[in-house]
């Protein structure tokens, strides 16, 4: 488990998987920032822009790519 867990580190495949997720929570947290700043507008255009669902998409599509990784590690690949 713990070579695993070092393969992951070294992997570009896990760092754009965490950039996809990372990217999903920042679209998440979108409402939250524009709500403070007074900015529906911006809010607004970047649903318009992305569509209702892209954050859970990203979210989605970077832990299917993390998981598919890890499986092709452990399979020695």
């Not at 393969?7 to 939250?32: F, H, K, N, Y």
């Not at 989605?60 to 399979?75: E, H, P, Q, Y």
């Amino acid at each position: 488990m713990r070579e695993l867990a070092e393969r992951c580190r070294r992997s570009w495949t896990m760092v754009l998987a965490g950039a996809e997720i990372a990217a999903g929570a920042a679209l998440d947290a979108m409402p939250i920032v524009c709500d403070i700043a007074n900015a529906p507008e911006v809010q607004s255009a970047i649903t318009d822009y992305t569509g209702p669902h892209a954050s859970h998409v990203l979210k989605a599509i970077g832990v299917v790519t993390a998981l598919c990784r890890i499986r092709s590690l452990r399979k020695g690949n």
